[in-house]
């Protein structure tokens, strides 16, 4: 398929929507036709006082148009003329593109990564009602996930209003699992692969986090939250992952107020050693995540575990004393059926985990399945499958307090966390609506640094490999050093504050 952008840079918009309609197409971006059969052309004419957008699609064998005149008195909620430009411009390809298609996105143009953070923001700045508004006439956003952005907004602002501009979280990264899944693309590499690396990495991960800790010190941050991911953390050995724990607790301060999360997200990494080890150092939530119950789909997606070890580690977890857990399950899995999916969720709520995060299966680009050409899920059947959970997890209790959205999401749908009341996950929503710094350690780490009164985000990356984090390691040290510099800036603007 090819997009045409004519005097215009909206690329980026434009072809992540054509996406969400042909989630399986090469898209080509040119500033002319190239000749593809499959087209569509955008086109945007300044004029005095506003603009033309037209965009015209073939595909199918058939040619709409589409053409409106857009005001720049439009402009509303902090709006540029750019951005009210592209929105109209996304607009109207939006409205031809439903029409040759039959389908209509719950998400409508909203293409984002956070719309429950654009949903704080309106509400905050213009109110619930011209939020609502918005998301429903601006964005084309269903009536149903309008709804659903808005809850998770009610839900986040609370713990969003907590701490102060030198609050931060620390994230660390373990890297390695028991096996890589067919649907996964993170830098995360299988025991049988990478074990030979991990001893260095354990002892380099923990000088990371002697630094880290004393550059915090250094500024007088405050730890609000600690949480330990992956990759998989209890792919570690139990002595691995003790000595990580114990660097933890050494070098950072984990007072009674600080949250901290371990997952335990592969089944058949959990055993009574490890969860000691979890227990003793003071974590007060970890993740068991079945992603589903359905023995065959699991041995469709890679996964070396049954639905018996799944239950056998929540057994376990809850005798050990862990009395706040997460489950997350995969809406749309390959070979999953809507009913299969009612009974994996049916099964999850047996164990009255404190949290279920519900995502939808993304393709990545990286991952075996979609470099295979592996069998994955449809658009049709996850949304079903999301609006199922919506309503037996409500029933039960839960509330959705945070939410957000991969690339390439089947039916550009998304992931949603449900809680009981007063367990929602702290780290998550600091995360996602990026309201305080999260200092990261470990391959594949990215350190955001944030100044939210500023609007102002800064990313320190780490090597994405095991072998480049050990390899690498000076120089990645080297970067930290950017921390100090940027809270030098922030609060110098702020007169010493």
Known sequence: MNLVTVNHSFQYELEKLLRVFFPAAKIAVTTEPNGEPDVALTVLERTAGGANVTATLCVFGKTRTETAFVSDTETQFGDTDDSLFERKLALTLFSLLCDATGYTPPWGI?????????????????GEAAGTAYFRNELRVSEEKTALALAVAR????????????????????????????????????????????????????????????????????????????????????????????????????????????????????????????????????????????DSVLEAIGRRHTGAQTETAMHMARSHGFDNINMD??????????????ATLETTLSFRPENVTVHTLSRKRAATMVTEKLESGDAEAANAMLDHAKRVLTAAGYVPYYMYRQSNCLGNLENVGWARPGFACRYNVYMMEETHTVLAVGAGAVTKLC???????????????????????????????????????????????
């Open 110 to 126: 909203l293409t984002g990564v956070r719309p429950a953070k654009l949903m704080n923001h309106l509400v905050h700045g213009w």
């Open 155 to 294: 839900q986040e602002a609370p713990i969003m209003a907590t701490g102060d501009p030198r609050s931060f979280s620390l994230y660390v990264s373990i890297p390695f699992c028991p096996s890589r899944c067919s649907y996964c693309s993170f830098v995360s590499h299988s025991n049988e692969h990478a074990k030979k690396l991990m001893p260095d990495y354990v002892r380099l991960l923990c000088g990371e986090l002697r630094e880290t800790a004393r550059i915090a010190a250094q500024l007088d941050l405050k730890l609000e939250s600690v949480y330990i991911g992956g990759g998989t953390p209890t792919a570690l050995s139990a002595e691995q992952l003790r000595t990580v724990t114990d660097a933890i607790g050494t070098h950072f301060a984990l007072t009674p107020g600080v949250e901290y999360t371990i997952e335990a997200g592969r089944p058949d990494s959990v055993t009574d050693e490890k969860l000691d080890v979890i227990r003793n150092c003071g974590a007060t939530r970890i993740s068991i995540n079945p992603q589903t119950f359905n």
């Open 329 to 342: 399950l995969i809406a749309g899995l390959p070979t999953d059926t809507f009913d299969s999916f009612c």
């Open 451 to 497: 100044a939210p009164a500023e609007n102002q985000i800064e990313r320190i990356f780490n090597f994405k490999y095991p072998y480049e984090y050990i390899s690498r390691f000076d120089e990645l040290l080297a970067r930290k050093q950017r921390i100090p510099a940027f809270y030098d800036e922030v609060f110098a603007t702020k007169g010493g504050e």
